[in-house]
């Protein structure tokens, strides 16, 4: 008895259908399915007006925080003077250690059922952070900016931290004291060491 042959693929289909297959299909209707403000009640034992408050509180943090860490790359690279290689590699690591914060942020922001800000449009018009003129300043008033930056955002995290302790939300209170102040603090110290007057050859 003679072995059945293979079933063949349909050569019914046209070209053009068959295309259609794999096509991406980027007509696509733009609509949210979150509002910004809004909360997705998730378990987490938190009701849903402590995570809209503390959502609020990280949302100002992270608005500050995105504007610190641009302040910190513009300043990289538009550093000039005999401390530039100092300066320069100084203000990426400490850019790095900002990126982490965002991060840390923006995702304590989406697991707690908010909507994190991103696009530098929303930064601009939620930071309290001064903007810097476009153009270039010496590195000591660089300094002097990033200082203030970081006061800034160390002051709101202390009393950002305060208020999440009380409505019961350690989770929020760990990210606002652990990362975002106890990095802020350490950067302070690494960038106002340069702002000392003292002469590495004269006691
Ligand atoms: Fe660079």
Redesign the pocket.
């Given at each position: 008895m003679a072995t059945p042959r293979p079933k063949q693929p349909s050569t019914t289909r046209t070209l053009a259908q068959r295309q259609q297959a794999v096509k991406p299909d980027l007509d696509q209707a733009s609509h949210e399915t979150q509002k910004y403000g809004e909360i997705v009640k998730l378990p987490n034992g938190l009701s849903e007006k402590v995570c809209k408050d503390s959502v609020a509180l990280l949302n100002q943090c992270l608005a500050d925080t995105i504007t610190l860490r641009d302040m910190y790359k513009k300043h990289?690279?538009q550093v000039v003077g005999p401390t530039f290689n100092q300066l320069?590699l100084m203000y990426?690591q400490h850019y790095e250690g900002q990126v982490l914060l965002v991060d840390i942020l923006a995702e304590r922001i989406q697991l707690l059922g908010g909507i994190a800000l991103a696009m530098a449009a929303d930064i601009a018009e939620t930071t309290k952070i001064e903007r810097p003129p476009r153009g270039r300043e010496p590195a000591a008033v660089q300094l002097k900016r990033l200082a203030e930056a970081h006061e800034q955002i160390i002051v709101g995290a202390r009393e950002a931290a305060e208020k999440v302790d009380k409505s019961g939300d350690a989770g929020s209170n760990d990210v606002f004291v652990s990362n975002v102040l106890r990095t802020n603090e350490l950067q302070v110290w690494f960038l106002t060491e340069h702002l000392v007057a003292a002469s590495p050859v004269t006691a």
């Amino acid at each position: 008895m003679a072995t059945p042959r293979p079933k063949q693929p349909s050569t019914t289909r046209t070209l053009a259908q068959r295309q259609q297959a794999v096509k991406p299909d980027l007509d696509q209707a733009s609509h949210e399915t979150q509002k910004y403000g809004e909360i997705v009640k998730l378990p987490n034992g938190l009701s849903e007006k402590v995570c809209k408050d503390s959502v609020a509180l990280l949302n100002q943090c992270l608005a500050d925080t995105i504007t610190l860490r641009d302040m910190y790359k513009k300043h990289h690279w538009q550093v000039v003077g005999p401390t530039f290689n100092q300066l320069h590699l100084m203000y990426d690591q400490h850019y790095e250690g900002q990126v982490l914060l965002v991060d840390i942020l923006a995702e304590r922001i989406q697991l707690l059922g908010g909507i994190a800000l991103a696009m530098a449009a929303d930064i601009a018009e939620t930071t309290k952070i001064e903007r810097p003129p476009r153009g270039r300043e010496p590195a000591a008033v660089q300094l002097k900016r990033l200082a203030e930056a970081h006061e800034q955002i160390i002051v709101g995290a202390r009393e950002a931290a305060e208020k999440v302790d009380k409505s019961g939300d350690a989770g929020s209170n760990d990210v606002f004291v652990s990362n975002v102040l106890r990095t802020n603090e350490l950067q302070v110290w690494f960038l106002t060491e340069h702002l000392v007057a003292a002469s590495p050859v004269t006691a």
